[in-house]
């Protein structure tokens, strides 16, 4: 069995200080749960229901050569970096489904990630490439 830790770390290109810091802030804040098996922790989302409250990652279009190819430009130094992971994660799970549109306004973005709206004009998350996008926003 692999680790979950180096396996994270592969996906990511993270350091497992990173990895490790992250799955413990993600446990503090009780978005998941791990449960220990012998010297390896298996990891669960928090309060899951298959039956209401969750979305699906569009896994094909993020992945690139066994990583999450967005990630690697990441480097946790920049606020747009973090911005732009929440509002694709707010995209992803507010989309319908059949269509699989997302239709959201600045004020419900805002209340959702807590990006002010003169932050998501502003920014535009320069350098940064949303998983599954076909394009990077670049400072012009």
Not at 6 to 25: E, I, M, P, Q
Not at 30 to 39: G, H, L, S
Request: net charge positive; with cysteine.
């Amino acid at each position: 069995m692999v680790d979950p830790i180096d396996y994270f770390c592969a996906l990511t290109g993270l350091s497992r200080a990173k990895v490790s810091k992250g799955l413990d802030a993600l446990e503090n804040t009780k978005v998941i749960e791990r449960e220990p098996d012998d010297a390896r922790s298996i990891y669960k989302l928090a309060y899951y229901n298959v039956s209401a409250g969750w979305a699906k990652l569009p896994l094909k279009s993020m992945y690139s050569s066994g990583t999450i190819a967005a990630f690697m430009d990441f480097r946790l130094r920049r606020v747009a970096e973090l911005d732009a992971l929440k509002l694709f994660l707010l995209i992803v799970a507010r989309r319908n489904r059949t269509t699989n549109i997302t239709n959201i306004g600045h004020e419900k973005i805002e209340e959702y990630t807590n990006i002010r709206r003169q932050d998501q004009v502003r920014h535009k998350f320069p350098g940064v490439t949303l998983p599954g996008s076909r394009r990077a926003y670049s400072e012009q």
